[in-house]
Each structure stands twice: as C-alpha cells, then as structure tokens.
C-alpha cells in the first residue's frame, strides 16, 4: 500500500505541506483552547473549549487545532478522531474582533490573506487527515464552523441544540470559503439558498441535505459519536486510510479515470496482509487480527 500512497496527490498549500506544524505539541498541551482525550481504544477526541469567544477560530485557535490534527495525524494507535467542542457554540467561524483589528495593519490586504490561508490549510488538513474525523456537534456552527464540519468525514448532530449556518451575507462577507467545503456536502440550490439568505438551519434539516449524517437527543450526542468512532477504529487501519485517501481523490476524476485508478488501488489493496486476513477470516468464520500496519 506504500505504492498507493505515492501516486495519490500530496495535499500543498501555496507550496507547503498542509501538514505542517502551527505549535509545537509541548506548547499547546499547556493551553486549555483544545482538550485532547482519549474515550476509547483507537479513539482521539479532540475538544474546542474557548466558549466564550464561542469556539471561533482565531488565528490563534487555529494553529492549536492545526497543531494537534497533525499530532494525532502521527500517533500510530489513533485510528479515528472525533472533533467536538464546550459550550453553546460548536464553532462561530472566524474571530470578527481579530478580523476588525487587522483593518489596522499597515499590510491589512495581507494579514487578511494570511487568515484565510491559514484557515484553508486548517480544513484541507481535516479533510487528507490519514483518519477518520467526526464531527460531534452540540450546539450551533456558523461560517467557518459550517466550514469545519462540512470538512469532516461523518458529523453528528444534536437534533434539539445544533444549527448550522453560513450567515456572512448578513453582514455584508459572503462566506466564499466555506462555501467551498459546503458546496462537496449539500446539492447546489440548498448550497446557494444557505449562502445567500445565510438562514439557519437545523440539526434534522443538515441530515436531509447531507452536511450531517445523524440528528439525534441531547444525551444520546456523545454516546452515537463515540460508537460510531469505536466501529470504525475496529475495522483495518491501512484500509481505512487509503479508502479514505482515494475517496477524495476519486471525487476529483472522470468517471473511467476514478475507476481506473480504483481499480488499481483495490489490487493493491488485496495484496495488503490485512485484507488477506480478512478474507481468510470471512471463509473461516472467525474474527479477523489486523496489524494495523500499512506495510504490505
């Protein structure tokens, strides 16, 4: 699968790696901006916690978050990540006293850049993340946290707290890059009905138009998230990240190239110990033993 690996398109911004450092992870592990926990085997969570500024990505929260998705990125017994957050707000999107603040910098057209690139970097690192990220979200996600939940792979929503919004329009900062993340989740109408009335909608609306995958109780949030979290961290490691990996990529390709290219990577793929064990194991009717290794 290491083959695989090296012909799939490696995620750059403006010349550098997406996954790239912010923070060193000793700096961040002295914040409290984001909480890292473990709550199952094969399970990172990931936890905003700056309600009071309501999640919103700062420049600042943005290179702790960037900094711990490639530190749980790298940590072999990770093998999914759930991205949730404290308090009323899922995530506000930008920090708009940072963003008013800049009008001040004598290059503002260039912080302002700045920002947005690194917020790009942020989502395009969530969606080529070697695991699975599922979005636990309990309350509301507005601009660039519609953003971030569109980026992720599963979401879950709470179906009485979660709103989901893209309301940039309202104050006059049409929210262009989360539309780009929103516009790969939702058909395009109900995409451009959200951009341009920036209208919320709910948690049950979200599962209808494919940004979330689940609406479901308050008290039952954190428990679905988490078991859903808990079958995928059971199935093999090395098919799960290069599915995920191809997935993405396929999206990008016309129809015979996607299949081309997946063909040839479900060859590859069969070759891998773990999908001979799994096989064996299926004919064998007993429960397969992956490596978790993504060596052939």
């Known amino acids: 699968l290491t083959s695989m690996l090296r012909r799939l398109r490696p ?17 961040v592990e002295k914040l409290d901006d984001v909480i890292l926990s473990y709550p199952a085997e094969g399970v990172a969570q990931l936890t905003l916690n ?12 943005m290179r702790v978050l960037q900094t711990y998705m490639d530190h749980v990125n790298q940590e072999r017994l990770v093998r999914v990540v759930i991205l949730s957050a404290n308090g009323p707000a899922f995530c506000a999107g930008h920090d708009l006293k940072e963003m008013r603040a800049l009008r001040e910098a004598e290059d503002r057209a260039g912080e302002y850049k700045r920002v947005f690139t690194q917020c790009s970097k942020l ?4 969606v080529m993340l070697s695991k699975p990220v599922i979005a636990q979200v309990e309350g ?3 601009a660039a946290g519609a953003q971030l939940v569109a980026s992720c792979d599963m979401a879950i929503a709470c179906e009485e707290k979660a709103k989901f919004a893209t309301p940039g329009v309202n104050i006059g900062l049409f929210c262009s890059t989360p539309m780009v993340a929103l516009s790969r989740n939702v058909p395009r109408k109900h995409a451009m009905e959200m951009l341009l009335t920036g209208t919320p909608i709910t948690a049950k609306r979200a599962v209808d138009l494919g940004l979330a995958n689940r609406a479901v109780p308050a008290e039952r949030v954190g428990e ?12 093999s490691q090395a098919a799960v990240k290069y599915g995920k990996a191809a997935f993405y990529q396929q999206l990008e390709m016309p129809l015979e190239d996607a299949y081309s290219f997946c063909s040839e990577i479900m060859v590859e793929n069969m070759l891998h110990h773990d999908a ?8 064998e009717k007993r429960a397969p033993v992956w490596t978790h290794q993504i060596e052939s």
């Not at 995620?11 to 700096?27: D, F, H, K, Q, V």
Request: charged share 15%; net charge positive; aromatic share 4%.
């Open 123 to 126: 989502m395009q690192t969530v």
């Open 140 to 142: 509301i996600a507005t």
């Open 276 to 283: 001979q064990e799994g096989v064996g194991a299926f004919i």
């Open 50 to 61: 700056n309600a009071k500024a309501r999640n919103s990505l700062s420049s600042h929260m």
């Open 224 to 235: 679905e998230t988490l078991e859903i979290a808990k079958i995928v961290a059971s199935k």
């Open 11 to 27: 995620l750059t911004l403006n010349g550098c790696p997406a996954l790239s450092r912010g923070y060193s992870i000793s700096e």
